[in-house]
T-cell receptor, first 116, second 111 residues
Framework: NAGVTQTPKFRILKIGQSMTLQCTQD?????MYWYRQDPGMGLKLIYY???????DKGEVPNGYNVSRSTTEDFPLRLELAAPSQTSVYFC???????????????FGPGTRLLVL | GESVGLHLPTLSVQEGDNSIINCAYS??????FIWYKQESGKGPQFIID?????DKRQGQRVTVLLNKTVKHLSLQIAATQPGDSAVYFC??????????FGAGTTVTVRA
């Protein structure tokens, strides 16, 4: 299994441009998540999905959109890039989303985004 | 402010010594905690977890301690190795599938 894969690894955007960060997992996980990580900070949850066709906002959703048309893919869309969105973006997935079975989230390698 | 935090942003450890990384949390209702390791340029990697009905859990060279009275979590790494150099995050389960992460502690292992 490749686990969680993300593309691109690095991108520079101009203010106002749009782009889609891709995330794919091959572990048949139901739950998927998008986080952003600012320098010296922990991860902040942007959006999450509990299954295909279902998405919900996390802690910092403004300026982003997501979709979940398949179990495997969970793209993150930036419509009007702003300097405040300069960050490292991580996608993660987990099997059920419940910690009753002590299942954890598996993270992708991240996408580094710079907005100038 | 953040509900999960770490006491120290950096920790320098001599190779072979034991490391102790601390984390304070504020949500007394949290029932599940995880430690992640993040190496430079990579995503967080699961190390060990613990449920709130436990005080201690051991893995390979790592031990997590949970003190619910003072809402404190710690990660102990035995015989620290150069490969242990990374940023370590604690995270708490707020609502089944949502995790809240602390800011992280950067561990540097001296040869």
């Amino acid at each position: 299994n490749a686990g969680v894969t993300q593309t691109p690894k690095f991108r520079i955007l101009k203010i106002g441009q749009s782009m889609t960060l891709q995330c794919t997992q091959d572990m048949n996980h139901n739950y998927m998540y998008w986080y952003r990580q600012d320098p010296g900070m922990g991860l902040k949850l942007i959006y999450y999905s509990v299954g295909a066709g279902i998405t919900d906002k996390g802690e910092v959703p403004n300026g982003y959109n997501v979709s979940r048309s398949t179990t495997e893919d969970f793209p993150l869309r930036l419509e009007l890039a702003a300097p405040s969105q300069t960050s490292v973006y991580f996608c993660a997935s987990s099997y059920s989303g419940s910690f009753d079975r002590q299942e954890t989230q598996y993270f992708g390698p991240g996408t580094r985004l710079l907005v100038l | 402010g953040e509900s999960v935090g770490l006491h120290l942003p950096t920790l320098s450890v001599q190779e072979g010594d034991n490391s102790i990384i601390n984390c304070a949390y504020s949500n007394s209702a949290s029932d599940y905690f995880i430690w992640y390791k993040q190496e430079s340029g990579k995503g967080p990697q699961f190390i060990i977890d613990i449920r709130s009905n436990m005080d201690k859990r051991q893995g390979q060279r790592v031990t997590v301690l949970l003190n619910k009275t003072v809402k404190h979590l710690s990660l102990q790494i035995a015989a620290t190795q150069p490969g242990d150099s990374a940023v370590y995050f604690c995270a708490e389960n707020l609502n089944d599938y949502k995790l809240s992460f602390g800011a992280g502690t950067t561990v540097t292992v001296r040869a």
